[in-house]
Protein backbone atom coordinates (compact mmCIF):
# COMPACT_ATOMS: atom_id res chain seq x y z
CA UNK A 1 0.00 0.00 0.00
CA UNK A 2 1.14 3.53 -0.62
CA UNK A 3 2.08 5.66 2.21
CA UNK A 4 -0.39 8.03 0.77
CA UNK A 5 -3.42 5.77 1.37
CA UNK A 6 -2.29 4.54 4.88
CA UNK A 7 -2.28 8.37 5.61
CA UNK A 8 -5.83 9.26 3.97
CA UNK A 9 -7.32 5.56 5.49
CA UNK A 10 -5.90 7.11 9.15
CA UNK A 11 -6.91 10.74 8.06
CA UNK A 12 -10.53 9.43 7.66
CA UNK A 13 -10.86 6.57 10.51
CA UNK A 14 -9.04 9.30 13.07
CA UNK A 15 -11.74 11.76 12.02
CA UNK A 16 -14.79 9.36 12.25
CA UNK A 17 -13.55 8.51 15.60
CA UNK A 18 -13.30 12.25 17.32
CA UNK A 19 -17.06 12.44 15.63
CA UNK A 20 -18.16 9.27 17.65
CA UNK A 21 -16.05 11.36 20.74
CA UNK A 22 -17.68 14.09 20.04
CA UNK A 23 -21.67 13.00 20.25
CA UNK A 24 -20.76 9.99 23.27
CA UNK A 25 -19.50 13.57 25.53
CA UNK A 26 -22.48 15.56 24.44
CA UNK A 27 -25.05 12.77 24.79
CA UNK A 28 -23.23 11.46 28.18
CA UNK A 29 -23.15 15.48 29.27
CA UNK A 30 -27.04 16.01 28.75
CA UNK A 31 -25.86 18.54 26.21
CA UNK A 32 -29.04 17.46 24.14
CA UNK A 33 -32.06 19.03 25.98
CA UNK A 34 -34.32 16.32 26.91
CA UNK A 35 -37.53 18.04 28.73
CA UNK A 36 -40.97 17.85 26.49
CA UNK A 37 -41.13 22.15 27.19
CA UNK A 38 -38.57 22.79 25.11
CA UNK A 39 -38.86 22.49 21.69
CA UNK A 40 -37.56 19.72 19.53
CA UNK A 41 -34.29 20.41 17.34
CA UNK A 42 -34.10 20.67 14.05
CA UNK A 43 -32.20 17.36 13.38
CA UNK A 44 -34.83 15.17 16.02
CA UNK A 45 -37.84 16.41 14.05
CA UNK A 46 -36.43 15.46 10.97
CA UNK A 47 -34.66 12.00 11.73
CA UNK A 48 -38.05 10.66 13.75
CA UNK A 49 -40.46 11.68 11.13
CA UNK A 50 -38.66 10.29 8.12
CA UNK A 51 -38.10 6.49 10.23
CA UNK A 52 -41.57 6.70 11.07
CA UNK A 53 -42.23 6.90 7.77
CA UNK A 54 -39.52 4.30 6.52
CA UNK A 55 -41.14 1.78 8.81
CA UNK A 56 -44.04 2.38 7.91
CA UNK A 57 -43.52 1.47 4.06
CA UNK A 58 -41.85 -1.70 4.95
CA UNK A 59 -43.71 -2.95 8.21
CA UNK A 60 -47.27 -2.02 7.48
CA UNK A 61 -48.62 -4.88 5.98
CA UNK A 62 -51.48 -6.49 7.83
CA UNK A 63 -55.25 -7.00 6.63
CA UNK A 64 -58.39 -6.10 8.27
CA UNK A 65 -59.65 -9.03 9.73
CA UNK A 66 -63.14 -7.04 10.83
CA UNK A 67 -65.46 -5.98 8.40
CA UNK A 68 -65.89 -2.28 8.79
CA UNK A 69 -69.85 -2.58 9.51
CA UNK A 70 -71.89 -1.07 11.86
CA UNK A 71 -71.27 -3.59 14.67
CA UNK A 72 -67.67 -3.46 14.40
CA UNK A 73 -67.44 0.61 13.58
CA UNK A 74 -70.04 0.83 17.23
CA UNK A 75 -67.35 -1.42 19.01
CA UNK A 76 -64.50 0.91 17.30
CA UNK A 77 -65.81 3.66 18.88
CA UNK A 78 -66.36 2.27 22.40
CA UNK A 79 -62.81 1.49 22.09
CA UNK A 80 -61.65 4.67 21.20
CA UNK A 81 -63.59 6.31 24.14
CA UNK A 82 -62.21 3.97 26.54
CA UNK A 83 -58.36 3.85 25.43
CA UNK A 84 -58.00 6.96 23.19
CA UNK A 85 -59.83 9.88 23.89
CA UNK A 86 -58.27 11.09 26.40
CA UNK A 87 -54.98 12.51 24.12
CA UNK A 88 -56.56 12.58 21.10
CA UNK A 89 -60.07 14.22 22.22
CA UNK A 90 -63.97 13.71 21.25
CA UNK A 91 -66.25 16.09 19.00
CA UNK A 92 -67.19 17.77 22.63
CA UNK A 93 -63.58 17.83 23.83
CA UNK A 94 -61.02 17.97 20.45
CA UNK A 95 -57.95 18.76 22.77
CA UNK A 96 -58.28 17.60 25.67
CA UNK A 97 -55.43 18.98 28.05
CA UNK A 98 -54.70 15.28 28.85
CA UNK A 99 -53.13 15.45 25.38
CA UNK A 100 -51.03 18.57 25.70
CA UNK A 101 -48.44 17.52 27.60
CA UNK A 102 -47.13 15.36 24.86
CA UNK A 103 -44.23 16.25 22.56
CA UNK A 104 -45.11 16.09 19.53
CA UNK A 105 -48.75 16.75 20.64
CA UNK A 106 -51.40 14.07 19.36
CA UNK A 107 -52.94 14.21 16.27
CA UNK A 108 -56.95 15.45 17.35
CA UNK A 109 -58.75 13.36 15.26
CA UNK A 110 -62.17 14.97 15.99
CA UNK A 111 -60.60 17.36 13.81
CA UNK A 112 -58.44 16.25 11.89
CA UNK A 113 -59.50 12.33 11.03
CA UNK A 114 -57.15 9.90 9.45
CA UNK A 115 -59.28 8.71 7.23
CA UNK A 116 -56.62 8.63 4.11
CA UNK A 117 -54.05 6.78 5.97
CA UNK A 118 -54.59 3.18 5.35
CA UNK A 119 -55.61 0.62 7.47
CA UNK A 120 -52.34 -1.16 7.71
CA UNK A 121 -50.61 1.95 9.06
CA UNK A 122 -53.31 3.01 11.09
CA UNK A 123 -53.58 -0.39 13.14
CA UNK A 124 -49.52 -1.08 13.07
CA UNK A 125 -49.58 2.70 14.91
CA UNK A 126 -52.08 1.17 17.45
CA UNK A 127 -50.09 -2.40 18.00
CA UNK A 128 -46.49 -1.34 17.84
CA UNK A 129 -47.09 2.39 18.99
CA UNK A 130 -44.37 4.82 18.27
CA UNK A 131 -41.45 5.95 20.08
CA UNK A 132 -41.07 9.68 21.46
CA UNK A 133 -44.01 10.49 20.89
CA UNK A 134 -46.03 9.01 24.02
CA UNK A 135 -47.87 6.93 21.19
CA UNK A 136 -47.66 3.55 23.57
CA UNK A 137 -48.37 -0.16 22.07
CA UNK A 138 -51.43 -1.32 22.81
CA UNK A 139 -50.69 -4.98 21.81
CA UNK A 140 -51.18 -6.50 25.35
CA UNK A 141 -53.60 -4.01 26.22
CA UNK A 142 -56.28 -4.77 23.04
CA UNK A 143 -57.04 -7.88 21.70
CA UNK A 144 -55.82 -8.38 17.67
CA UNK A 145 -60.45 -7.70 16.79
CA UNK A 146 -60.21 -4.23 19.57
CA UNK A 147 -56.98 -2.67 17.42
CA UNK A 148 -58.87 -3.86 14.31
CA UNK A 149 -62.35 -2.36 15.70
CA UNK A 150 -60.56 0.96 16.43
CA UNK A 151 -58.63 1.03 13.06
CA UNK A 152 -62.13 0.74 11.44
CA UNK A 153 -63.25 3.26 13.16
CA UNK A 154 -60.69 5.57 12.75
CA UNK A 155 -60.44 4.73 8.89
CA UNK A 156 -64.39 5.42 8.36
CA UNK A 157 -64.97 8.25 11.42
CA UNK A 158 -65.86 10.47 7.91
CA UNK A 159 -69.02 8.49 7.01
CA UNK A 160 -70.37 6.97 10.07
CA UNK A 161 -73.43 5.13 10.09
CA UNK A 162 -76.06 7.38 11.80
CA UNK A 163 -75.85 4.90 15.35
CA UNK A 164 -72.31 5.25 15.57
CA UNK A 165 -72.47 9.04 14.71
CA UNK A 166 -74.46 10.08 17.44
CA UNK A 167 -72.26 7.67 19.85
CA UNK A 168 -69.46 9.68 18.44
CA UNK A 169 -71.25 13.22 18.77
CA UNK A 170 -71.70 11.97 22.46
CA UNK A 171 -68.83 10.97 23.84
CA UNK A 172 -67.05 12.83 26.18
Given amino acids: MSKLLI ?3 IGVVGTLLIIALGVYITITNG ?4 A ?3 PP ?3 EKWAAGHDLSAVLNREAKDQS ?3 ADEPTLLAGEKVYASNCSGCHGTPSSPTPSFGAGFGPLPTPFAKH ?3 DDGEAETYWKIK ?3 KFTGMPTFKDMLSEKEMWQVTQFLKHMDKL ?3 VQKLWDAAK
Fill in 7 to 9: VLI
Fill in 31 to 34: WIPA
Fill in 36 to 38: MDT
Fill in 41 to 43: LPM
Fill in 65 to 67: TVA
Fill in 113 to 115: PVT
Fill in 128 to 130: HGI
Fill in 161 to 163: PPT
